[in-house]
């Protein structure tokens, strides 16, 4: 369930107009749909500006630098898509907690040994609980699969919190087993299920993406009979996966490929209707920008707030389309 706002119009305790930032990892239809939220709800709020701004290819460095500009640029509070934790720790969001801008996360967090050694450093997490998605994703699996198969997992960087936790939520579905780290370990004829490989590493670029998934579909060099990706890399540029995997839609429909992606974006929703995957399981980042907002604005007017925000989660079949894409516009609609 989403969680339930009141809106009302606040001023600061400064007395002047606040502008909070939200950064991604990069500029695509998932992080986009933050940008809609924050701005809806800044817009609400007399004297509150969003100002969106990140890479437009997933780099740390380049997420360093647009966090120190706006540190420069007098920002009044920053949520950050952590990139890679241990980088940002010791660089821009020093920087942040120096100048007294309070710095919170969203979509991805910290990893445990940043949070642990930088507690005062980030102030929230704003997202979904990845571990529980992962184990979504993999409940998706079984069910379209529920014999156990040969698995290929897509993620975007090895160092990513976010996606790792996801990881291992895969893992744990279809094994049954509790892992200490993420992302756990390889599958290997665990309840009938074995990864043929390590993970893909797509480091966030679509054509990449698409390629690796190709290759899943092809079968080779390596053969399988499912896929996850952990991200909706593959399906965020609509014509490219289209175009990819329209030769293979045959392997789709008898179920000799099964194809599991994250994330619901209207495109995705409407290859979904095309049968073009099995099932997409979405997250909520409308709601992650939305919140983020609410939050900054409560810990630069020291009200209370709360320190870890879960968004909901949604899952979606060529079955229910219908209901899926009406939730998504209500969703988009509810400001």
Known sequence: MFIALTIFTVFSVSGKDLRFAVVPKFYGVFFDQSK??????????????????GPE???????DQIIEQLINEGIDGIAVAVTHSKYLAEHSLQKAKKAGIPVITYDSDFNAPTLEKHKDLR??????DN???GRALGEELKKLRPNGGTLIIQT??????????????VRTALSGKKYDTPPGQLLQNDRGWTEVREPFFNFDQLTRAVKQMESVMKGK???ADSFIAVGGWPQNDEGLYRKMIAPYKGKIDRKEMVIVISDTSPPQLAMLQDNLAHANVGQSPYEMGRQAIFTLLKIVEKQKYEEVIHTPVKFCTPENYYTCTKNLQMNSLRN
Do not use: H
């Open 36 to 53: 809609n939220g924050c701005q809806d709800a800044a817009s609400q709020i007399e004297g509150i500006e969003c100002v969106y701004r």
């Open 57 to 63: 290819k997933a780099s740390v460095r380049i997420q």
């Open 156 to 169: 975007g960087r090895p160092d990513s919190p976010n996606l790792n936790l996801r990881i291992m939520g």
């Open 131 to 133: 571990f529980e998605f």
């Open 221 to 223: 060099p390596i053969q």
């Open 123 to 128: 102030l929230a997490y704003i997202g979904t």
